[in-house]
């Protein structure tokens, strides 16, 4: 099979996913505007009305990325907007539901936080998942074909065995329920039918959803770079110079707000 052939397959088992599981007529969408909620949103709104929830800081690369992909696209956006204090004042509260003081985990489940406080739509769509099953992050490209393999398959255990139980305890302590179409079954034997040679396209991560954005004809989203959450957002950034202002860093900034967990 060709890579257009691939890039087929994991098109059509994501429609199915999401065409199986939409729960409501309308849904919310963690969108930061990059390759892998445009694909979600996009797909979404073959079968339901869909809003766009974009978080950051004011002034951050998500809020604008996100803004301008949903103009592209069509669709309904609202952009999130957090200040520092907004951030710090939460950290007792995603702690609590999370378990964990660890920096990343906080800032990267932030988003879910505030857009789970902000939506009135009960269901919300997620892109976890698409990095682990497509080869999203750069370290992928310094390992060879087997050692990324076997990389990505802890990684996804580690979505799938901690992550998600993150985001269901957040999601479901403001009455809402947390999806995330590229962990259905169809679309993981999708992605597992890739061969290992394909996941990466020279310095290109992620190459097959890149094609898939391509055939969806979603523009310049099917090249743009990739930013974690947290800092696209501008989250980790405003917890950084909080900690520093008070001669801490963010782990003791965290515990010290959050309790030893």
């Known amino acids: 099979m060709s890579t257009e052939d691939h890039a087929s397959d994991v098109l059509n088992a994501l429609d199915g996913a999401i065409s199986e599981t939409v729960p409501a007529p309308r849904v919310g969408v963690l969108f930061s505007g990059g390759l892998d909620s445009s694909i979600v949103a996009s797909l979404l709104s073959r079968h339901c009305e869909v809003v766009l929830y974009t978080v950051g800081v004011e002034g951050s690369y998500d809020l604008r990325v996100g803004r301008e992909t949903a103009e592209f696209m069509g669709l309904e956006w609202h952009g999130v ?153 501008g989250i980790m950034r405003a917890m950084k110079a909080a900690a520093k202002r008070q001669g801490l860093t963010v782990r003791m900034l965290v515990t010290q707000l959050g309790g030893q967990v």
């Open 81 to 233: 907007v957090v200040d520092e204090s907004t951030i710090v004042d939460s950290i007792p509260v995603i702690v609590e539901l999370c378990g964990t003081v660890n920096p990343v985990i906080i800032s990267f489940e932030f988003p879910l936080l505030f857009v789970a406080q902000a939506a009135i739509e009960e269901h919300l769509f997620s892109g976890q998942g698409a990095d682990e099953l497509f080869a999203g992050y750069a370290r992928y490209m310094e390992m060879d074909d087997k050692d990324r393999r076997r990389s990505m398959a802890h990684d996804l255990r580690t979505v799938l065995e901690r992550n998600l139980g993150y985001e269901e305890a957040i999601a479901s302590r403001f009455g809402k329920t947390v999806h995330h179409p590229y962990l259905h079954p169809l679309v993981r034997e999708a992605a597992m039918a890739i061969p290992p040679e394909e996941d990466i396209d020279g310095t290109r991560v992620k190459a097959i959803l890149r094609d898939v954005a391509r055939q969806m004809g979603l523009g310049d989203v099917v090249e743009r770079k990739k930013k974690a959450a947290q800092y696209g957002s």
